[in-house]
């Protein structure tokens, strides 16, 4: 699964609030909700938050292995 949870931990370390993405970075709050909630999103959008942030892509998102399922 990708994870945004990077996203938070960076936006943390550069004191950027949830106001602050709405307000000085123009997401509206529904994309915040998206992210909040590890949605799809394109790889343009996340080049596009790379852009947005000035950051790598590794600021923003990690894959974490999904719990492996009972089938065979």
């Known amino acids: 699964m990708i994870t945004f949870e990077p996203l938070w931990s960076f936006l943390k370390s550069k004191n950027i609030t ?3 993405l709405e307000y000085d970075f123009g997401l509206n709050p529904a994309e915040i909700s998206r992210l909040k909630n590890n949605h799809n999103f394109t790889l343009r959008k996340i080049n596009s938050y790379c852009e947005l942030f000035r950051c790598s892509i590794t600021d923003i ?3 974490v292995p999904d ?3 009972n089938g065979p």
């Open 61 to 63: 998102i990690a894959y």
């Open 18 to 20: 949830i106001y602050n």
């Open 67 to 69: 719990s492996p399922n």
